[in-house]
């Protein structure tokens, strides 16, 4: 029924700051935007938007969007959500730019997401019907090191376990490697693609949201994009790395944008069945090699995260 993340929206306070940092400096294409919203993709993606950034009075996550394998997913999603006695909301189709109708929820942990099924594809064929190009060789008109496609985000949730409930027994997710600390789960790395994860879950005080992901070509293209926001003046935009995973096996570098949203820059991990069995990392294992299996360590605000949308279905 879910077949992968599909977009998300981060709330900034100042559009045009954000427009320069996102489009004009990492390189992310922008396919539309209005006073209110700029609507960006990565460099592979045939979705007309994978982000979306919304003018807002505070810096956070507006939503995140999981995408199923047909229309009638979502009334079939709305009879269990209901059942459960999970709030959510059928939205008609337009309500997000070039997406069909969608299914919002406020998921038991406190995070908004949506479901849908169609979205805009970018056209590659011509005014005469003959295939023009795809979206990814349009390698002369980009900017920075654009990403290539999103791919995860990470969440805060009160009790990893409880979470667990939903996303693994409710949604059907695949548990690709968790940590244990103290006899309960304090991170499960979920996933309906076959990648390490769609969807992260990390114990802490309540809802929040770490991160959203972007994949790039290589580690070649994550110390590039290092280069690039230290030689634009983005020194401090850089957080974390680069560095290697050891839970993942992914190459990465943490980044926050001018409203302090964190963005990782992320490649390399590996590709799993879903039906395997997932791998357990101990406390003691995570903390010496899981996060890091080498790199620079961690700086304490890369333990901060932003406030979640709690408006997200309307009254």
């Not at 950034?53 to 999981?66: D, V």
């Not at 244990?180 to 994860?197: I, L, S, V």
């Not at 039906?275 to 990392?281: L, R, T």
């Amino acid at each position: 029924m879910i077949l992968r993340l599909g977009h998300a929206e981060l709330f900034v306070t100042d559009l045009e700051r954000a427009r320069e940092f996102y489009v004009h400096i990492l390189g992310f294409r922008e396919n539309d935007s209005d006073k209110e919203h700029i609507y960006l993709r990565g460099v592979d993606e045939f979705d007309a938007h994978t982000l979306t950034l919304t003018k807002n009075s505070y810096a956070g996550l507006g939503h995140f969007a999981l995408r199923v394998s047909e229309h009638e997913d979502l009334e079939r999603l709305a009879d269990q959500h209901k059942k459960l006695g999970i709030p959510c909301q059928l939205v008609p189709a337009g309500v997000e730019p070039g997406q069909g109708m969608a299914l919002r929820v406020i998921e038991p942990n406190g995070h908004p997401i949506e479901f849908y099924h169609e979205m805009q594809q970018i056209d590659v064929y011509n005014e005469n019907g003959r295939l023009k190009r795809l979206p990814m060789r349009s390698t002369h008109t980009d900017k920075g090191i654009p990403p290539l496609r999103i791919d995860h985000v990470n969440l805060r949730v009160a009790n990893v376990d409880y979470a667990l409930r939903y996303w693994r027994d409710e949604l059907n997710f695949s548990v690709s490697e968790y940590v244990e600390r103290d006899g309960e789960t304090f991170a499960a790395w979920t996933r309906r693609f076959p990648g390490t994860h769609d969807v992260a879950l990390v114990k802490a005080n309540g809802p929040s949201l770490h991160h959203i992901a972007y994949t790039v070509q290589g580690p070649a293209e994550i110390i590039r994009t290092a280069d690039l926001l230290a030689d634009a003046g983005y020194q401090d935009a850089i957080e974390f790395g680069p560095g290697r995973h050891g839970l993942s096996n992914a190459f990465f570098l943490y980044i926050r944008d001018p409203d302090g949203n964190r963005m990782e820059i992320y490649t390399g991990d590996y590709l799993r069945d879903l039906d395997m069995p997932p791998i357990k990392w101990t406390w003691e294992e995570y903390d010496q090699k899981g996060r890091l299996w080498w790199g620079p360590s961690y700086p304490e605000r890369f333990l901060e995260t932003s406030p979640v949308n709690q408006n997200w279905i309307s009254k």
